[in-house]
């Protein structure tokens, strides 16, 4: 085992992209594949949403919620759904997660 950076472990969307080209795989179709299964998701959990949003909020109406999915990629470039989050974490342990959650909040 080798010690690896944090920040070697995540990598920006673009980064990510230039990897998926790298491999001959069009990101396009990958985003599009990502974002399907992540629409599922949501779906599949929309009837314990509202029932919270009814217990916890007068107005459902004026509710926002942010969304956290870790998305995995497979070896033939399926999308996984490893985990979803309502309220994740926006603390920011590496310059990355800056550039990504600090536009979220702001």
Same mark, same amino acid.
């Not at 491999?23 to 974002?35: A, C, G, N, T, V």
């Not at 299964?37 to 949403?49: E, G, K, Q, T, Y």
């Not at 109406?61 to 994740?88: A, C, H, R, T, Y």
């Given at each position: !085992? +080798?010690?690896?950076? !944090? ?37 599949? %959990? ?10 916890? %909020? ?33 603390? +920011?342990? +590496?310059?990355?997660?800056?550039? !990504?959650? +600090?536009?979220? !909040?702001?």
């Amino acid at each position: !085992v +080798t010690d690896i950076e !944090v920040s070697e472990l995540k990598w920006s969307l673009n980064k990510f992209w230039n990897f998926v080209r790298q491999q001959e795989k069009d990101p396009d179709e990958l985003w599009k594949r990502i974002i399907d299964v992540a629409v599922r998701s949501v779906i599949s %959990c929309s009837a314990a949403i509202h029932k919270q949003q009814i217990s916890f %909020c007068p107005f459902p109406f004026l509710n926002k919620e942010v969304f956290g999915m870790d998305v995995m990629i497979d070896s033939e470039f399926k999308p996984w759904i490893l985990e979803m989050n309502i309220s994740p974490s926006m603390q +920011t342990a +590496t310059q990355e997660d800056v550039i !990504v959650k +600090t536009p979220l !909040v702001a």
